[in-house]
């Protein structure tokens, strides 16, 4: 249940069921119950009651029938299977470690990767009771739930009231805009920080009467609409083309993942209150930076100016292609009191030191080296470099115990296979640098659903 309060009243609430979909044939569902009004500007997923759990009796009797000669009972057995998430991983495992036909390994390898792709797109359920609490605590108790913390800029902290706030197993964006409600304080739309924290600022993406889609790990929400009319002078008389892009923001949670590429958004269904469709021939294979920044991913969404446009976009619906960064290792090297020390992750070699005295702190080499013949700009393991080579992404830590960040870095050459980083640091000798690392990249489709947002 999520109750909100306000800070002279109270709320009554419905209950809702919340489903988060997965963008596939083989859906896997979550539930949670939401108990309050939504907030305004909250726009929550449509709903349908959770499957019931299935028993490790059922999930065997399924991995069976995918031995099946019949198409129809091995079909309804991989949704069965997709549909379990991840109850039924261990068996299937299990069986894909077997004697299992070709067929079955190719559906059970399947099927796992449907079951990674709903656990990356559901994102984690919060729990949360907590009455007249200050804000700052709430949100830190919200963000580590989720793997991340909060980094609060612009003075934010010292403007925040005291908060009521109750959930049980509720969707971590959904917490995050009831906060956002309650204080007035979200996610920062471009703030370019440490990469593993959540920057929250006054006035962010979640405020109150944003037009807000949440789909579990993720929140989209339209910041501002920009309208274009142009002429091309074409040999035959000028052509005139009017169109508007809705400027929108990606939130992802920081810690959870890494680094986030988006492509074009893909528009499946756009009407204004007029009923005009507002399609527009989508651009493809449009690429949108490497790294995302502490969560939040930037994009536009083009759309075509009707002949007798309404005075609101009433649905837009559609999905983001992306490919998002996952299974996270720690980097963790301690300074030896002589010379470097040095780690591997997946063949790049890394390494930090010795630290030496200079005045007003101390100074260290951090030196980054890919295998040779390695370097592909598209690589997973270019992936894992770029963020290697994001100094202001680690910890240092000092000898006691204190955390200590870097006051000055620059990189020097190496040629395409390394990279070299001069680092400078103050408030302590360096004893470790630790950083968080993701290894493997995976494809995804992020749902667009937004609704109510006002035309140009």
Same mark, same amino acid.
């Given at each position: 249940?999520?109750?909100?309060?306000?800070?002279?009243?109270?709320?009554?609430?419905?209950?809702?069921?919340?489903?988060?979909?997965?963008?596939?044939?083989?859906?896997?569902?979550?539930?949670?119950?939401?108990?309050?009004?939504?907030?305004?500007?909250?726009?929550?997923?449509?709903? =349908?009651?959770?499957?019931?759990?299935?028993?490790? =009796?059922?999930?065997?009797?399924?991995?069976?029938?995918?031995? !099946?000669?019949?198409?129809?009972?091995?079909?309804?057995?991989?949704?069965?299977?997709?549909?379990?998430?991840?109850?039924?991983?261990?068996?299937?495992? =299990?069986?894909?470690?077997?004697?299992?036909?070709?067929?079955?390994?190719?559906?059970?390898?399947?099927?796992?990767?449907?079951?990674?792709?709903?656990?990356?797109?559901?994102?984690?359920?919060?729990?949360?009771?907590?009455?007249?609490?200050?804000?700052?605590?709430?949100?830190?108790?919200?963000?580590?739930?989720?793997?991340?913390?909060?980094?609060?800029?612009?003075?934010?902290?010292?403007?925040?009231?005291?908060?009521?706030?109750?959930?049980? =197993?509720?969707?971590?964006?959904?917490?995050?805009?009831?906060?956002?409600?309650?204080?007035?304080?979200?996610?920062?739309?471009?703030?370019?920080?440490?990469?593993?924290?959540?920057?929250?600022?006054?006035?962010?993406?979640?405020?109150?009467?944003?037009?807000?889609?949440?789909?579990?790990?993720?929140?989209?929400?339209?910041?501002?609409?920009?309208?274009?009319?142009?002429?091309?002078?074409?040999?035959?008389?000028?052509?005139?083309?009017?169109?508007?892009?809705?400027?929108?923001?990606?939130?992802?949670?920081?810690?959870?993942?890494?680094?986030?590429?988006?492509?074009?958004?893909?528009?499946?269904?756009?009407?204004?209150?007029?009923?005009?469709?507002?399609?527009?021939?989508?651009?493809?294979?449009?690429?949108?930076?490497?790294?995302?920044?502490?969560?939040?991913?930037?994009?536009?969404?083009?759309?075509?100016?009707?002949?007798?446009?309404?005075?609101?976009?009433?649905?837009?619906?559609?999905?983001?292609?992306?490919?998002?960064?996952?299974?996270?290792?720690?980097?963790?090297?301690?300074?030896?009191?002589?010379?470097?020390?040095?780690?591997?992750?997946?063949?790049?070699?890394?390494?930090?030191?010795?630290?030496?005295?200079?005045?007003?702190?101390?100074?260290?080499?951090?030196?980054?080296?890919?295998?040779?013949?390695?370097?592909?700009?598209?690589?997973?393991?270019?992936?894992?470099?770029?963020?290697?080579?994001?100094?202001? !992404?680690?910890?240092?830590?000092?000898?006691?115990?204190?955390?200590?960040?870097?006051?000055?870095? !620059?990189?020097?050459?190496?040629?395409?296979?390394?990279?070299?980083? !001069?680092?400078?640091?103050?408030?302590?000798?360096?004893?470790?640098?630790?950083?968080?690392?993701?290894?493997?990249?995976?494809?995804?489709?992020?749902?667009?659903?937004?609704?109510?947002?006002?035309?140009?």
């Amino acid at each position: 249940m999520l109750k909100q309060v306000f800070q002279k009243s109270g709320g009554t609430g419905t209950e809702l069921w919340i489903a988060i979909l997965c963008v596939s044939a083989l859906t896997a569902f979550v539930s949670c119950n939401l108990c309050a009004a939504p907030a305004a500007g909250l726009l929550p997923t449509s709903a =349908k009651p959770a499957l019931s759990q299935p028993s490790q =009796k059922d999930i065997q009797h399924w991995i069976l029938q995918l031995g !099946s000669h019949r198409y129809s009972i091995r079909h309804a057995a991989a949704k069965n299977l997709s549909a379990a998430g991840d109850a039924a991983v261990p068996e299937m495992k =299990k069986a894909l470690a077997g004697l299992t036909t070709p067929e079955m390994r190719h559906v059970l390898r399947q099927s796992l990767r449907h079951i990674a792709h709903a656990d990356l797109l559901r994102g984690p359920l919060i729990t949360l009771n907590a009455e007249d609490i200050s804000a700052e605590e709430a949100f830190d108790r919200v963000c580590r739930q989720a793997g991340t913390i909060p980094n609060f800029v612009n003075g934010t902290q010292g403007m925040m009231p005291q908060v009521t706030i109750h959930a049980d =197993k509720v969707p971590f964006w959904q917490v995050m805009q009831k906060l956002a409600v309650l204080t007035g304080v979200s996610p920062s739309p471009g703030y370019y920080g440490n990469p593993q924290q959540l920057t929250l600022i006054q006035n962010g993406v979640l405020g109150k009467g944003h037009s807000i889609d949440i789909e579990g790990g993720f929140a989209i929400t339209a910041q501002s609409v920009t309208y274009n009319r142009s002429v091309t002078f074409m040999p035959s008389g000028p052509s005139a083309a009017q169109t508007f892009n809705i400027q929108a923001v990606l939130l992802s949670i920081p810690g959870k993942t890494g680094p986030l590429q988006i492509q074009q958004a893909v528009v499946t269904k756009a009407l204004d209150n007029h009923g005009n469709s507002l399609m527009t021939p989508t651009p493809g294979n449009i690429w949108y930076g490497g790294s995302q920044m502490g969560g939040v991913a930037n994009f536009n969404i083009p759309l075509q100016w009707p002949p007798h446009p309404g005075t609101a976009i009433t649905e837009l619906k559609g999905y983001i292609p992306a490919i998002i960064s996952w299974h996270r290792k720690v980097l963790d090297l301690k300074f030896k009191a002589k010379g470097a020390v040095s780690a591997s992750i997946d063949g790049i070699k890394i390494s930090v030191g010795p630290c030496t005295g200079q005045p007003g702190g101390w100074h260290f080499a951090y030196r980054i080296l890919q295998p040779t013949g390695a370097y592909n700009p598209n690589s997973n393991l270019q992936n894992i470099m770029n963020q290697l080579g994001q100094v202001n !992404s680690a910890t240092i830590i000092s000898a006691g115990g204190r955390t200590i960040q870097a006051n000055g870095w !620059s990189g020097g050459g190496g040629g395409p296979q390394g990279m070299t980083y !001069s680092v400078n640091v103050m408030g302590g000798k360096p004893a470790e640098f630790r950083m968080d690392v993701f290894t493997r990249q995976q494809s995804l489709q992020i749902p667009l659903n937004l609704k109510n947002i006002p035309m140009p």
